[in-house]
């Protein structure tokens, strides 16, 4: 290696039969991990035609990876305590981002299980940016859910639909066109998904069904009113007679 380029302190190992050049820093690791695991490294380095037992002679450049993030994914495949990787949040963002990133399948799916989002939103993106195809109803059924609004900030990382999804199910519970109760609202998010969404005043439906028990958060009716309720503020009704969540799905949704 160049000597005039940084050693890395702790993943530079003499053994080690394949360099990586990231941020100005050099990391000798071991290329077996890389070809085992990585369908992207596997067949570039067939395309080198070098054997696993053989040194690389040549520097590989990662000029587009960042230090922290290659530091984290280094740390899974070299943890100090096999019992427990003692990564936060951000350290397994990274991990999911480089394995999906050079298709390494078990890291990736090990930093699905490891990974704990902080909010909805922050669930949201990951599942849009990595494909997580499982997080993406629960993640907007919660942000249609809870209280306070999308903000600003939290707009302009979503993509477009996501944003319309998000404002046009709680359009509909804010204004009380439907009776809500929090457990269909993944089922209203996936009506607005398929584009199904739409005005439902005219729309001639099957009565209500009979209020559940009251439970906490979500919606719920209210105990001294009876009248819907959404992140426990009772809503009072204005009309003789509210169509169900479950009924306009009903027919909105193919059976």
Known sequence: ADDSLLRHDKYFFNDGNITFLVD???YCIHRYFFSRDSEYFSTRFAQLGIRDHEALPTIISLGDIESRDFEAFLSVIYPENFEKHGLCYEEWVSVLHLSTRWGFASLRKLALASINPPTPHDQLLLARRYSID????PALSSLCE?????SLDEARQMNIEDVVIVATV???IRNCTLRVNVAEIPRRVEAAQVGRL????DVDVPPARPEAPPFSGGAAPSIKTGTPCFAGVAIPS???RHPSLAGLLSLQLPQ
Do not use: I, Q, Y
Not at 134 to 137: C, G, N, S
Not at 146 to 150: C, D, E, I, M
Not at 198 to 201: A, I, K, L, V
């Open 24 to 26: 100005g820093t050099l």
């Open 134 to 137: 499982d997080w993406v109803l």
């Open 146 to 150: 809870r209280t306070a609004p999308l």
């Open 170 to 172: 709680r359009e509909n």
């Open 198 to 201: 739409s005005s439902f005043e």
């Open 238 to 240: 204005t009309k003789p």
